[in-house]
Structures are given as C-alpha cells and as structure tokens.
C-alpha cells in the first residue's frame, strides 16, 4: 500500500524558517509527482509547491510562497521536501504531502495523501 509521511512541522517565529520532508513508501514507481497542498481553519485547501518528473518536468510555486518556499526531491524520487524560509503567521497551515501517478495540480485532487503536519508561525 502506498503511504506519504510527512516530518519536520512544527511552531517557530515570525522570520524563521522549517523543513518538512515526505518520505513516499509502497508504490512509488508511480509517483510521476510529488508535493504539497495545506489547508487552515477558515481557509481552501490550496496547493503549495510540487515536482513533476519525466517528459514534462517541472516545479510548481504558489505565488504566496514563491522566493519563500523551496520544493526539491531525492534521486530516488520517493522523497521530497520543502524549505521553508521567512515564515509569517499566514503560513500557519496543515501541511499535507501529496503524491500522483500523473499530475498534483492537473484540476483533479492528488490520489495519495499523507497524514498532514502542523506548521505554527507566531508573530
């Protein structure tokens, strides 16, 4: 069975900075992507960055964390992870690490989830 586990979460200030990693297990053979959506009280959920691999290669940003957030991936292609730097009380979110045989971002949901992670930003 194919699971995502995310680590690295937690609380920190205004300013400063974490790094999550999801480590893939199962099937991971087919991930074509793997990423990252978050969601708070109050708010969508909403993709926050991800990688595609193969012919159509790419990294994906949401304007609200591009220049912030770096998104990168093991040659292995079952983990990846998010720098996240300049964190502000508006990044306060479940992060939820996510993984597809075809597109995360394609206008359907991601197939496979992962448990999500707490990340806090105090002021």
């Known amino acids: 069975q194919v699971q995502l586990v995310e680590s690295g979460g937690g609380s920190v200030q205004a300013g400063g900075s974490l790094r999550l990693a999801c480590t893939g297990s199962?099937?991971?053979?087919?991930?074509?992507?793997m990423g990252w959506f978050r969601q708070g009280t109050g708010k969508e959920r909403e993709p926050v960055a991800g990688i595609h691999n193969g012919a159509g290669d790419r990294i994906d940003y949401a304007d609200s964390v591009k220049g912030r957030f770096t998104i990168s991936q093991d040659d292995s292609k079952n983990t990846v992870y998010l720098q996240m730097n300049d964190l502000t009380p508006e990044d306060t979110d479940m992060y939820y690490c996510?993984?597809?045989?075809?597109?995360?971002?394609?206008?359907?949901?991601?197939?496979?989830w992962g448990q999500g992670i707490q990340v806090t930003v105090s002021s």
């Open positions: 199962g099937a991971t053979i087919l991930f074509s992507c």
């Open positions: 996510v993984a597809d045989p075809y597109d995360c971002y394609g206008g359907s949901w991601p197939l496979y």
